[in-house]
């Protein structure tokens, strides 16, 4: 089948190099000259892990084309795919002039029945702004071509992106006619493995199934945070309390791991665009806000925790930092809890070391060349004068380090752990003092 991606960000490209894989003729549209020209000349603008390869492998077999042209684009595609960023406005709620900008585009080049299909993340009733928009692009030309719009929401984890499309839990159809629900079924048959992955179901339920599993998702981490301070409160422990529930498969031990607070692009932003969604509708969410208020509150414990153990003497020292994205396998840092510990030691006045197996180039770009900010070139050599170590990315490679090595360079001796990836008994084993999350010490 032929199927056009308007976006070649994140989502547009693992979209569209997988539905090539499976044998579409896929062509990528995006607006910036620069990524497309890399993009056509082998490179990569995001990484991700095996997405090169498949885009390498895939663009070989002619099935993954890439172009700014966006007639060209609408020409090509019986299914118009838009996966262009929606970035919160000031307010909290989802910007969707690039969303609307695609409808556009397609309603002033279409001359034939065309699918857009709606994989950014977008707020209940967006389908129906997207299809008034095709229409008036349609009637500015006087012409009335018949289409439909299907929200269908992304579930991808970045770092596991490639995987979690190519094997998905499930695929949101979201569309009031039911031959298009046909149409998508088909272009999605290759991906059901043992049992039919897609359901489909009304178009503004889809829109709102995507919200409600980030939210869900937020709920369930925002909990475990409340918790994990409570159990610090009353001497327990929450890692034996996560093993606890967890084993009862109604609650399931994913995502119910303590730390420094979510980040991302989605969690956050898509908590505060329903909060938004359900205020301007007269529905106060309560829930949403405290997920959102606890999160806020997790990200700064770390440094609270920093300052108290050196009574509020910060000035001047060196706080080495192991994780700079804002989870492990990608260089994203947006909301990342890394930043908001970084700007508060600064603010205090103390100097940062840092260092990331991937994300030190994306840190350069946010923060430039600093005089309190030093990018080490390994994990050890972060700790070189440093007085502690904080950890705010479980990368695997931090899992299992030499602990005498980092208590002989840690001239205050003592690890602020952020994400519980460290054995309470081992640390103090190697004599070197233990401060993490829900764990009194
Ligand atoms: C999230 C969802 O997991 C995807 O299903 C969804 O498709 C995606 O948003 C999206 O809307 O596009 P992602 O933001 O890539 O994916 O990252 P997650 O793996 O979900 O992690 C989010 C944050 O939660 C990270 O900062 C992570 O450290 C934190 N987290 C996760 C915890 O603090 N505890 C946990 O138990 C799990």
Redo the contacts with the bound molecule.
Sequence with gaps: MDVTIFGSGY?GLVTGVCLAEVGNRVLCIDVDPAKIALLNSGGVPIYEPGLDELIKQNREAGRLTFSTDPEEGVRHGLFQFIAVGTPPDEDGSADLQYVLAVARSIGEHMDSYRILVNKS?VPVGTADKVAAAVREAQSARDVAVEFDVVSNP???????AID?FMRPDRIIVGTDNPRTGELLRALYAPFNRNHDRVMVMDVRSAELT?YA??AM??T??SF??ELSNIAEAVGADIEKVRVGIGSDPRIGY??????C???????PK?VRALERTARSLGYDPELLHAVEAVNFRQKDLLFKKISEYFKGDLAGRTIAVWGLS??PN?D?MRE??SRVLIESLWAAGAKVRAFDPVAMPETNRIYGERTDMVLADDAMSALDGADALAVL??WSQFRSPDFRTIKDKLKAGVIFDG?NIFDPGQISAAGLHYVSIGRAP
């Design positions: 989502v993340t992304e579930f991808l984890k970045e770092g596991a979690d995507k599993a980030n998702l937020a369930k981490i475990m945070n994913q995502f119910i791991y303590p730390g607070g979510y980040g991302g692009s989605c969690f898509d804002f989870k990608t994203d990342a809890s990315t479980e994400r």
